[in-house]
Structures are given as C-alpha cells and as structure tokens.
C-alpha cells in the first residue's frame, strides 16, 4: 500500500546529542516536505526537495539539515539538540502534478 | 503574497450540532484550496478540495464550497459527531510566490461533547 512513514514517533533525548528523523514515502513523490509544529498547532515549512539532490530552506529558519539520495527517503538532522527543538516534526510529499500533500503521522521530539 | 486566515478556536459544539469554521483567502489567480484534518496524535489528512471557483468539495458530510466573489472556503457540517473533534487546517495552493507549495492558516481545534 502507498504511504508515507516516519520514524521514529516519539524521541525524548538529552541536550548536546545527534540525531536524524526518518522520512519514506512509497508514492514514488518528487516533492517533500518538513514541518515543525508548534504547540499552538501552527505549521511552519523548515525544509522542502523538488527531488533527488534538491533541498530548500522553507519559510521558518532552522538549525536542522535534510538530505535527499533517494526518492522515496528524505531525513531531517540535528547535529546538536536543544530544548528549542521539542516540538512535533512531520513529513509530506506531493506528486508534481498534483498540489496537495500526503502527511506522515508525525515525529514528536523532546530535548531535555 | 498569498495569504490564509481562519477561524480561531477553540470551537466547542455539541454531538448533533451544525459546524460552520471561516476560511478566508488572499491570492492572485484562481488558487486551489483544500481544508485538512488532524486527529489527535496523527498527522494532517486531506478533507476535501475545490480548483474552480463554485466547485463544492465534500467527504464524511463535511462540504466547502469555493466562493471567488468573497474569497472564501468555509468548512461545514450539518450534524457533528464526537469523533469529528480534532484541529482543522484551511489551505491554498497558489501563485503569489510560495515556491508550489501549500500556504496552511493556523489552525481551529474543534471539540464535540457528548
């Protein structure tokens, strides 16, 4: 069945420490897409890919990194975790033919 | 730039009442609009959807209908149900230079009681 999944969905981790989200979709999507989503449930767009090798910066500055080899695969990295960056973290894609987006259920993140 | 902005919540209604959440737009051309939903602890799921101006989108007795004359998509019910309640989220696909991508307005979170 096509989807999109993420891992993992909960991760409480302390300051200081490195860590990457997992982001596959089996659509065979060119776009993706990540989100931060603040506790007033508002969506900010921190990175986006046209495709493979393509990564943009979204509206929201961030302190994470995206990668995109693949396709169907398009991890977000924070290098060094904060507090700052507790907040819930999702994935989309979007067929480039069509406009609407299909979202993964969502990483939630805790910095202690 | 194009622009979404809904209604703000939260909104509390009781099981078997009407739902009316305001949606309004600013874009150049003729966007396409799309209201999602999130249940709690999942992600954003697509709605429904309208391209043209008067297309109606509808799915699981919500309905939206694309009002160019007023900018406006507001989402509707006739008779909510307790598992409607989640956070739903209004958006635009347009071209006032959001790079194709979705413009998302902040959200309403809707709670039904029994």
């Known amino acids: 069945e096509a989807d999109i999944y993420q891992t993992p969905r909960y991760l409480v981790i302390g300051t200081g420490k490195k860590i990457t989200l997992e982001c596959s979709q089996t659509m065979g999507h060119d776009k993706m897409y990540w989100y931060q989503q603040d506790p007033g449930m508002e969506l900010h767009l921190i990175h986006y890919s046209y495709g493979v090798n393509s990564t943009e910066k979204g509206d929201l500055s961030s302190e994470s990194t995206v990668s995109r080899i693949r396709t169907e695969h398009f991890p977000l990295t924070l290098e060094s975790a904060r507090p700052s960056h507790t907040s819930q973290y999702l994935c989309a894609s979007s067929d480039g033919g069509r406009r609407e987006q299909f979202f993964g259920p969502g990483t939630r993140l805790t910095v202690l | 730039g194009d622009s979404v902005t809904q209604m703000e919540g939260p909104v509390t209604l009781s099981e078997e009442a009407f739902l009316t959440i305001n949606c309004t737009y600013t874009?150049?051309?003729?966007?396409?609009l799309f209201w999602y939903v999130q249940y709690p602890g999942e992600g954003l799921q697509l709605l429904l959807k309208?391209?043209?101006?008067?297309d109606k989108g509808s799915n699981k007795g919500f309905e939206a209908t694309y009002r160019k004359e007023t900018t406006s998509f507001h989402l509707e019910k006739g008779s909510v149900q307790v598992s409607d309640s989640a956070v739903y989220f209004c958006a635009l696909y347009g071209y006032g230079g959001s790079q194709g991508n979705l413009i998302f307005g902040k959200g309403t979170k809707l709670s039904v009681k029994p």
């Open positions: 874009a150049t051309g003729y966007p396409s």
């Open positions: 309208a391209t043209k101006a008067d």
